[in-house]
């Protein structure tokens, strides 16, 4: 089932979403060009802009329109160290909040993922499938979530942390493998909206 928004439509709550809850320094450099440019935003532009192309119905124009932008593209990935598979279906609100190391292929993500640096969410080594992640969820820097589970909404993942399992609605998981420390969990990070 693909998202409500992709594409560009997502790309400005993205944006937007950084900028709200991420600029330390409130001025229009900071807000607007400094979290604009920063590598992670620049990653998801890519992302999100290969969503764009890759919805065109038109198969002549789309894969001309690829190829071009890939040209582009690749230099991008190569300075971010960020692979996102364009095919991957995450939802409004995507921020990597810092850059370098990070691999997201997952079958499914909800609004608002927050992922560090170092990151890789897709197949387990088993290639058994991809992890499906709900609504709010935070993934700290190292962190690992493999295979066919499901992330429940409003969950933090320590930094380091092996996800090989399922985990529930209201938790924060740390260690390898990652376990359940705590429910109910509060933290700004997951109450960030999207609108």
């Not at 370098?100 to 992922?115: F, H, M, S, W, Y």
């Not at 930094?159 to 376990?179: E, F, H, M, R």
Request: charged share 20%; net charge positive.
């Amino acid at each position: 089932m693909q998202n409500s928004l992709s594409g560009f439509d997502a790309l400005r709550i993205d944006l937007r979403r950084k900028r709200r809850h991420y600029t330390r320094i409130d001025n229009f450099v900071n807000k607007y060009i400094k979290m604009t440019l920063q590598w992670g935003s620049l990653a998801v532009m890519v992302y999100r802009c290969e969503q764009q192309l890759m919805a065109l119905r038109i198969p002549l124009l789309r894969s001309l329109l690829l190829m071009l932008f890939r040209g582009l593209s690749v230099p991008v990935k190569l300075a971010t160290d960020c692979r996102i598979n364009p095919r991957a279906d995450i939802d409004k609100g995507l921020v990597l909040h810092n850059f370098a190391g990070i691999e997201l292929d997952p079958r499914r993500a909800g609004t608002n993922l927050t992922v560090n640096q170092n990151v890789c969410i897709g197949a387990d080594y088993y290639k058994r499938g991809k992890p499906v992640l709900g609504n709010n969820v935070f993934v700290g820097a190292g962190a690992k979530i493999l295979g066919d589970i499901e992330i429940g909404n409003n969950v933090m993942i320590a930094a380091n942390s092996v996800v090989l399992t399922s985990i529930p609605d209201n938790c924060s998981v740390v260690g390898i493998p990652a376990k359940i420390v705590s429910r109910g969990v509060t933290s700004d990070y997951l109450n960030f909206d999207v609108e």
